[in-house]
């Protein structure tokens, strides 16, 4: 544990007792400690509202707000902020009492100066150790963040950076990238990085509800609300109260039911299917989307108030092809997992099977190559070493360049325009793209493309 700073601990001193608020200041400053004053309860909580100490050494017995009236509003104001009652002989039951209501210690009256350092440096010391805790914690849930989200590129860095800043406010974050990027993961790390990763943590895939069941699901229904309602239901807002509540594919939510679900964001209230009755909830909403919702917005499929109000905090997550550089590490990552996972012998990528890899399109994302190398993990059997065989069995490099017809007579021309021909269809014309997958520069692409005569061919 680092060592104390006592000059840095603030205490406040709560008694109507001018003497005893006058022995407690000069006894603690002369420890080195800032040392505020306040004569009662309320003047005390004022105190405490502007400017937070971290220990409050009250009496118990005081007009207007007694001792433990106190304690309970600081309970409910700040739990880290430390309370120590200060107690008649008489009354120590109710100490006793105070304690259990959250207080730290207690000091009965007349009590000696040693008392009141023995009594301190036990609350600092533990209060010290209780932080260093939750800073190893933070420190341990920002390193599985980065674990889960594989990657040195700097697309990926910029997200992790927006995770970081975010978590803790309540903000909503809607998340946006292609299908298989690893939307889902970064709204898991939003939620386990926040002040709510001890509540629930739920995910509504809106695209695999029905339409008529979806008000239902997300608010819950009454008994008799409709045909078949045969009990009253909690909806997933109310399950989640507390917590995050993931809104996968928030796009294809009806536009008739996206009026509700924006109420329900700005007044934090819903009510059930067939009630009237409204239901506070406490809920801080996570989205994500593998559509182009602006376009959705001008086509007015989507609300553009929803769409704001779920923008708060905007989150863009790369395909795998715009950090390529990251397939290394990923396979890495991926090979250390199935090994482990089917209890096999770590095993080596191929130079070759690396280099193919690279270049492959990867539609499906890092959800793809997943699949892909646990696939491959399995094909490899005993073999300590993976080839590009084990990751596409039976399909040759797995570049999926569809449309190639040669014949073993075909000339190495005719198998090079077949090459880019099919390689430009898969990119949708792309000539940077294509020129990466088939290891060239543009430039040379554009130089094959004129002795082909596919000049022509849509770019």
């Known amino acids: 544990m680092k060592k104390q700073n006592i000059e840095s601990f603030k205490i406040l001193v709560v008694d109507d007792d001018n003497y005893i608020r006058l022995f407690l200041k000069e006894?603690?400053?002369?420890?080195?400690?800032?040392?505020?004053?306040?004569?009662?309860?309320?003047?005390?909580?004022?105190?405490?509202?502007?400017?937070?100490?971290?220990?409050?050494?009250?009496?118990?017995?005081?007009?207007?707000?007694?001792?433990?009236?106190?304690?309970?509003?600081?309970?409910?104001?700040?739990?880290?902020?430390?309370?120590?009652?200060?107690?008649?002989?008489?009354?120590?039951?109710?100490?006793?009492?105070?304690?259990?209501?959250?207080?730290?210690?207690?000091?009965?009256?007349?009590?000696?100066?040693?008392?009141?350092?023995?009594?301190?440096?036990?609350?600092?010391?533990?209060?010290?150790?209780?932080?260093?805790?939750?800073?190893?914690?933070?420190?341990?849930?920002?390193?599985?963040?980065?674990?889960?989200?594989?990657?040195?590129?700097?697309?990926?860095?910029?997200?992790?950076?927006?995770?970081?800043?975010?978590?803790?406010?309540?903000?909503?974050?809607?998340?946006?990238?292609?299908?298989?990027?690893?939307?889902e993961l970064i709204a898991s790390a939003v939620h386990r990085r926040s002040d709510r990763a001890e509540k629930p943590f739920l995910q509504l895939n809106c695209a695999a509800i029905p339409e008529n069941l979806m008000e239902s699901t997300l608010f819950g229904h009454i008994?008799?609300?409709?045909?078949?309602?045969?009990?009253?239901?909690?909806?997933?807002?109310?399950?989640?109260?507390?917590?995050?509540?993931?809104?996968?594919?928030?796009?294809?939510?009806?536009?008739?039911?996206?009026?509700?679900?924006l109420r329900v964001l700005q007044e934090q209230r819903f009510t059930k299917v067939g009630s009237h009755k409204p239901i506070g909830v406490d809920v801080r909403i996570v989205a994500t989307s593998n559509r182009n919702i602006d376009k959705m917005v001008k086509e007015g499929t989507f609300r553009e108030d929803l769409f704001y109000r779920l923008n708060v905090v905007p989150v863009f997550v790369p395909p795998l092809r715009e950090r390529s550089g990251d397939i290394p590490l990923l396979l890495e990552h991926f090979v250390v997992h199935f090994c482990d996972k089917y209890s096999q012998p770590k095993k080596e990528i191929s130079s070759s099977a690396l280099r193919r890899l690279e270049r492959y399109e990867w539609r499906g994302n890092v959800r793809e190559l997943k699949n892909n190398t646990e696939r491959a993990v399995l094909f490899s059997k005993s073999s300590p070493k993976l080839t590009i065989d084990h990751f596409f069995p039976g399909e040759g490099d797995g570049r999926g360049q569809a449309g190639l017809t040669f014949s073993s007579d075909s000339t190495l021309a005719e198998v090079e325009k077949q090459a880019i021909l099919a390689t430009l269809e898969n990119t949708g014309q792309n000539r940077t793209q294509a020129a990466r997958i088939l290891a060239i520069s543009v430039k040379t692409l554009r130089n094959k493309l004129k002795l082909y005569d596919l000049e022509n061919s849509p770019s």
């Open 223 to 261: 008994q008799g609300a409709f045909t078949g309602a045969s009990k009253t239901t909690r909806g997933i807002f109310e399950e989640s109260h507390g917590g995050t509540l993931l809104l996968d594919e928030i796009s294809e939510i009806p536009i008739g039911l996206q009026s509700k679900l």
């Open 27 to 183: 006894t603690l400053e002369g420890k080195k400690y800032q040392v505020e004053l306040a004569e009662d309860g309320e003047k005390a909580l004022a105190k405490i509202k502007s400017s937070p100490p971290d220990l409050v050494l009250t009496d118990l017995k005081m007009p207007n707000k007694d001792g433990l009236e106190l304690l309970k509003d600081i309970g409910k104001l700040d739990e880290a902020i430390g309370v120590i009652i200060i107690t008649a002989y008489g009354t120590v039951e109710t100490a006793v009492k105070a304690m259990k209501d959250g207080a730290f210690d207690y000091l009965t009256k007349p009590f000696s100066i040693t008392e009141i350092e023995s009594r301190l440096k036990r609350f600092f010391e533990l209060n010290t150790l209780r932080k260093e805790n939750r800073d190893l914690k933070e420190k341990v849930k920002a390193q599985e963040v980065r674990m889960e989200m594989v990657g040195e590129s700097s697309q990926i860095c910029k997200v992790l950076e927006i995770v970081d800043m975010v978590s803790r406010s309540d903000a909503p974050v809607f998340i946006q990238g292609e299908s298989g990027t690893g939307k």
